[in-house]
C-alpha cells in the first residue's frame, strides 16, 4: 500500500485526480478483503452514526482516545464536505486498518447520491470516471460489524430473511446497486415500538420497520446482547428502542436543533459522548 500512500496537503483537504485515483484504488483493494461482518476484539470502542459530508464530527470521532473507531456509514450526501469526509475517512482506513472500520450506509450506494449531492460534486470536482471509482469502494465496504461476539453494528437494521450472522457472512461483495434484499435492509431498515414482527415502511418499496419481537429472537439465535445502528435523526443524536436492545446513534451537525453524537463501548459499557 505504501507505494500509493496519499497525505492531504493543505488544510483544504483537496487531493489532484491522480491521488484521488490512487486512494479509491487502494481503498477498493484493501475493502475487498474485508469480511461482510467485520469481527473486531476491542475494549474501547468509539461508534459514529451518519455524518453526511461533516468532517468535523468524523475528526473529532478519530482524536477521541479509543482504540477502534467504527462508523456506521452515510459518509456523504447532504452535508458541505462530502468528498473531504469521505477521502479523510478512507486515508484514516489505510492508515490503520484494524482500528477503523467503515461500515456501508443507503448513501453509499448510485441510487442515493444521484438525488442527495454526491454524485454532482464528484462529477464537477473530478469527473465521471472518479465517481465510478467511489462506487467501488462503496460497493466493497462491509455491511456489519460484531463487537466482542455479541454488539452487532449496521446502519440501517435487522432484516425479514435474516437468520442468523453466517447470512450476513455469505453476501456478495462489488454489489453496487446494492441489489441483494438482505443487505438492502440491512442498510434500510429502521426499528418500530409499534410494530412487534415486521412492516412496510414510509421509506419505500422492500424496506421494513422491525419490531421487538424481531430483536429478541435474532438475539436469541445469535447471541447478540446489544444492537447499535444509525440511518434516523434523533434531536439529541441518540435514541434507546426496546428497553435498550438497540441503540440508535446520528452524528451529522447540519441538522437544525442537533448536537453530533458519538457512542463509546467501553469495558462491556455503553456511553454517549458529544462530537461537538
Ligand atoms: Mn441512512
Not at 174 to 186: K, R, Y
Request: glycine share 6%.
Amino acid at each position: 500500500m505504501s507505494d500509493r500512500a496519499v497525505k492531504f496537503r493543505g488544510s483544504r483537504n483537496d487531493l489532484t485526480k491522480s491521488e484521488l485515483d490512487n486512494l479509491l484504488i487502494s481503498s477498493t483493494e484493501f475493502l475487498k478483503e474485508e469480511p461482510q461482518l467485520v469481527e473486531i476484539n476491542s475494549d474501547k470502542v468509539i461508534i459514529v452514526g451518519d455524518t453526511h459530508g461533516d468532517l468535523i464530527t468524523s475528526s473529532k470521532a478519530l482524536r477521541y482516545e479509543a482504540e477502534t473507531y467504527v462508523f456506521l456509514g452515510d459518509y456523504v450526501d447532504r452535508g458541505p464536505q462530502q468528498i473531504e469526509n469521505i477521502n479523510y475517512l478512507l486515508l484514516t482506513k489505510l492508515e490503520k486498518p484494524d482500528n477503523v472500520f467503515l461500515l456501508r450506509g443507503n448513501h453509499e450506494s448510485p441510487l442515493m447520491n444521484v438525488l442527495y449531492g454526491f454524485y454532482h460534486e464528484v462529477l464537477s470536482r473530478y469527473g465521471s470516471e472518479a465517481y465510478d471509482n467511489y462506487l467501488k469502494v462503496f460497493s466493497n465496504m462491509p455491511y456489519a460489524a460484531l463487537i466482542n461476539g455479541d454488539t452487532f453494528l449496521v446502519h440501517g437494521g435487522l432484516a425479514s430473511n435474516l437468520n442468523s450472522l453466517d447470512d450476513v457472512r455469505r453476501l456478495p461483495k462489488c454489489d453496487i446497486i446494492p441489489e441483494n434484499p438482505l443487505a438492502f435492509e440491512l442498510l434500510w431498515n429502521d426499528p418500530s415500538e409499534k410494530t412487534s414482527i415486521f412492516s412496510p415502511s414510509n421509506r419505500g418499496p422492500g424496506i421494513y420497520l422491525f419490531g421487538r419481537k424481531v430483536v429478541e429472537m435474532f438475539m436469541e439465535n445469535t447471541g447478540v446482547k446489544l444492537i447499535v445502528r444509525a440511518h434516523e435523526f434523533f434531536p439529541n443524536g441518540f435514541y434507546e428502542y426496546f428497553n435498550g436492545k438497540v441503540l440508535s446513534v446520528f452524528s451529522c451537525r447540519f441538522y437544525p436543533d442537533t448536537n453530533p453524537t458519538g457512542l463509546l463501548l467501553e469495558s462491556g459499557k455503553w456511553k454517549v459522548i458529544s462530537l461537538l
